[in-house]
């Protein structure tokens, strides 16, 4: 009888120790941290720790995802209680930059509207092939120049194309850290932000 054969036995035979319970201390195998040789038993109680430890870190991390996820909601729903009560469109900007600032801790803001705001034909025409967020490198990318005498200290920035049907205008959100936007972030919340922007400057159009 080969190794193999054992454990196909043992595996045939679950209640095997149940029944033979005095060779769990006399079998000793390898300690999984190396030295001494320890009893089949120290062993299994050692693993079981280790997966416990391995549950709750993480349990842990889902605890955590869910606490930050809910409190990002509770912020997307304040700031679309604040878009909804806009006045007007100079209003809701300057709610959502304040909003985005306060809540979301995005350092520069810019909204652009067509047939409001001056936009390149060029840049309409990206922000129409979009698709939705995009997020990067500032460096090298048209849009920086939105943020104005700010854009040479901006490093990453997220752009949120407005409109479903049709583009109308583009969010640019920008930060001097080069990991806060990146290309492949999730990027949920930001469509569920351009959809509120998006709703309130069309009824306000």
Same mark, same amino acid.
């Given at each position: ?68 996820? +809910?409190?990002?909601? =509770?912020?997307?729903? &304040?700031? /679309? @209680? *604040? ?6 469109? #100079? %209003? ?24 409001? +705001?001056?936009?390149? =034909?060029?840049?309409? &025409?990206? /922000? @129409? *092939? ?6 990067? #490198? %500032? ?67």
């Amino acid at each position: 009888m080969n190794a193999d054969d054992i454990a196909v036995f043992l595996r045939s035979n679950p209640k095997f120790f149940d029944q033979h319970p005095e060779l769990l201390e006399k079998i000793h195998v390898p300690h999984p941290h190396g030295g001494r040789a320890i009893p089949l038993s120290e062993r299994q109680t050692l693993a079981l720790r280790e997966k416990l430890k391995a549950l709750e870190a993480r349990l842990g991390e889902l605890v955590r995802f869910a606490e930050e996820n +809910d409190a990002i909601s =509770e912020k997307v729903h &304040r700031l /679309a @209680m *604040v878009l909804a009560s806009a006045r007007d469109l #100079a %209003a809701l900007s300057q709610s959502l930059d304040f909003h985005l600032r306060e809540d979301f801790a995005v350092p520069h803001v810019a909204l652009r509207i067509w047939g409001r +705001d001056l936009v390149d =034909e060029a840049q309409k &025409r990206a /922000a @129409m *092939v979009m698709g939705g967020p995009q997020c990067g #490198a %500032a460096a090298g990318n048209p849009f920086a120049s939105w943020f104005g005498e700010a854009a040479e200290h901006v490093r990453s920035m997220a752009l949120v194309p407005l409109g479903e049907a049709a583009t109308f205008g583009l969010l640019a959100l920008g930060s001097e850290d080069a990991q806060r936007f990146f290309p492949d972030m999730g990027t949920l919340y930001l469509r569920r932000i351009g959809e509120l922007c998006a709703a309130a400057a069309t009824a306000r159009l």
